[in-house]
């Protein structure tokens, strides 16, 4: 459901805080000292435990367990559901005959080069490989004429992302995963143990894959990405007392082998937290066998995003004592080894991943707090050596993307300032322009080096308050050549109040080639029927559903945003819209991707095939069948 079929704009970022303070509750912060105007945490290397009662004292100094009401409501959530993933394999079609590999297709829309993100659907051009609820299939892609599912892969819980590597498929399995979670996850009562299921499929016959691995994590899946052939996952777990002097430990099961993580194995600050979480970081070879997983694990506040480089993965903490502000933890990787390395403190906290960035051996991040907006450099002991604060007040932070020495920040209330900022030098971040113009940008991706493209909603500012009120999403081109003086070259605002886009709230749901000029997102599109308002629509009028699908737009910088067509997987006369503020449909458009000539349309029921050059419909593949 959109949030803003009840709330006008300012009630978004609010609202994402006041569930955060609810689910999360105040953490009790380390002691702070000054640095010229800069707070940061009073740092000492994370030490591990030495004893069982060590770790013990350390978790008496917050609450033992969660609020009954609450613990009963997360247990509720859960209780119906199966601990132990297990799968059956169902084969489809005949033998899978050789075919050429195209040479160009899409992949997954990420943040950092060389750093790839799970994601529901994936594709090597020859081959797609998508997740539906519980079961994951492999698809024969091209050619399109012979596209048609060659197997799948049926499981008793939810499969929440996939990696494919060469000839090896990566199923990610957590019964307890929400998407719309966002950052901020849910406690889980100690009574029931959750856990993250890592499988290694062998695809070299993508008829007959075939099970290599399987691994289970205790905790919840929190996030994951693979560099090379090895993948890193990031699993959180609460770290709760039981019977006042126990603690249940992870543990990670590859195989036949258990690995137990001792008491001595992990890491913590010296500053516990009202809600203390275990966070394990685990690294699989996904094409040795024999190599064996590497674990490490730490007792931090609540994980709440993570940013991962060629070399670190930073995990930020929230802490909303009276120094509200995020810990930031640096983790060096590198072949499978994970090693603890740096930790440091920013006032403020972070929307998602794209507020972070590492640049330069540098790390950039971006937060808001009670109206203020901030961008602070540091350096890789995390120290903050720069910092430009108090932008936009009384707006918070929409959209950011670091490109090189650039950083380029929306914020909003009523109208939306692109702020351009200057990193070269990282010591002193300097504002170069700002652009003010109706609506904002949820999501920014580059179009080139002078160049983004902007994903969000137009609105209408009120005239009875502060505030303004989504209307359609809007598709903006922008040039910041000039630096000095950004400009909106391009826009097209597709839908009235209501319209949505899973891009709004998923990266990897934005499929965008230059070369190409191919830029398609999936749309749930509402209108409003302007015959039934006489005298005029107010802005607070909310559309009804009437068509969901892709929309497949042309951007360029010489002809601006154009709509060249749009592909839904909804039968007219079967439609399952619905009036209202609600809409749910297994056969909803949630990504694209495409190989040589063709577009490949996905939803949770059907993959349909449509021409590039014309959207002419090539063929459709009926999941169920």
């Known amino acids: 459901m959109s949030m803003n079929a009840y709330y006008p704009v300012t009630g978004k970022k609010l609202l994402s805080f006041a569930l955060a303070a609810l689910m ?13 105007e800069v707070y940061s945490i009073k740092k000492n290397a994370l030490t591990r435990f030495t004893s069982q009662q060590e770790l013990v004292d350390y ?44 040479q160009e297709y899409s992949t ?33 892609a091209y050619p399109p004429e012979e596209a048609k599912v060659l197997s799948k892969l049926e ?14 498929l990566v199923v990610f399995q957590d019964p307890s995963f929400n998407p719309y979670a966002g950052e901020f996850r849910t406690y889980i009562p100690s009574s029931y143990k959750m856990k993250t299921s890592i499988l290694i499929y062998d695809i070299s016959d993508r008829v007959n894959p075939v099970l290599e691995r399987h691994t289970t994590v205790d905790g919840q899946y929190f996030s994951s990405r693979m560099i090379e052939e090895y993948i ?69 506040g609540t994980t709440s995003c993570l940013y991962v480089s060629l070399e670190n993965i930073y995990l930020t903490s929230p802490e909303y004592s009276s120094t509200a502000g995020t810990n ?79 950083c380029f920040l929306v914020t909003f209330r ?57 209307q359609g999403v809007k598709i903006a081109l922008f040039d910041v050549s000039n630096v000095s003086l950004p400009k909106e070259i391009a826009k097209i605002e597709v839908g009235d109040r209501g319209t949505d886009s899973p891009v709004l709230r ?54 601006g945003i154009r709509l060249n067509g749009r592909i839904t997987h909804l039968d007219d006369d079967t439609s399952l819209l619905k009036s209202g503020y609600y809409f749910s449909s297994a056969y909803e458009v949630n990504r694209a991707l495409y190989v040589e000539d063709v577009l490949y349309t996905i939803s949770d029921k059907m993959v349909k095939l449509n021409s590039l050059t014309d959207l002419t419909e090539l063929g459709t593949i009926n999941l169920e069948e």
Do not use: C
């Open 24 to 36: 999360i509750g105040s953490l009790i912060g380390g002691v702070l000292w000054r640095t010229g």
């Open 59 to 102: 978790l008496k100094k917050g609450p033992e367990s969660l609020p009954q009401s609450l613990y009963q409501k997360v247990l509720s959530l859960f209780q119906t559901r199966p601990l132990l993933p297990t799968a059956t394999f169902q084969r489809q079609g005949g033998l899978l005959e050789d075919t050429s590999t195209p």
């Open 108 to 140: 997954t829309n990420i943040q950092v080069t060389g750093v790839d993100e799970a994601d529901i659907v994936k594709t090597d051009g020859g081959y797609i490989y998508l997740t539906s609820n519980a079961t994951a299939y492999i698809l024969q």
């Open 155 to 168: 499981f008793n819980t939810t499969v929440v992302g996939l990696f494919v590597n060469e000839d090896r």
């Open 232 to 300: 890193y996952v990031v699993i959180i777990e609460p770290a709760q007392l039981i019977n006042g002097n126990e603690v249940l430990l992870p543990e990670i099961q590859a195989g036949n082998r258990t690995i137990a993580v001792e008491v001595s194995d992990i890491y913590h600050t010296d500053f516990p937290n009202t809600h203390d979480f275990f966070t394990s970081i685990v690294a699989i070879n996904v094409h040795d066998a024999t190599q064996k997983p590497t674990i490490e694990t730490f007792l931090l």
């Open 328 to 406: 930031i933890h640096r983790i060096n990787i590198g072949n499978g080894e994970i090693t603890y390395a740096e930790n440091g403190f920013v006032p403020g906290y972070v929307l998602n991943q794209f507020s972070m960035d590492e640049y330069r051996s540098y790390f950039r991040i971006a937060t808001t707090h009670r109206g203020a907006n901030h961008i602070y450099t540091l350096d890789q002991q995390m120290e903050v050596i720069g910092k430009l604060e108090d932008l936009a007040p009384g707006e918070a932070i929409y959209s950011t993307r670091f490109m090189g020495d650039r």
């Open 414 to 470: 009523k109208v939306d300032p692109l702020f351009v900022i200057d990193l070269e030098d990282p010591t002193n971040p300097q504002v170069l322009g700002k652009l003010k113009i109706p609506g904002y940008s949820d999501y920014l991706h580059p179009y080139d080096e002078t160049h983004l493209i902007g994903v969000g909603k137009e609105t209408v500012a009120a005239e009875e308050g502060d505030f303004a009120w989504y």
């Open 506 to 559: 998923d990266h990897k749901a934005f499929l965008f080639d230059k070369t190409r000029h191919l830029l398609v997102l999936p749309i749930l599109l509402a209108e409003i029927d302007e015959t039934q308002y006489p005298l005029g629509v107010p802005p607070s009028t909310h559309g009804d559903y009437v068509y969901q699908g892709a929309y497949v737009f042309n951007v360029s910088k010489s002809e």
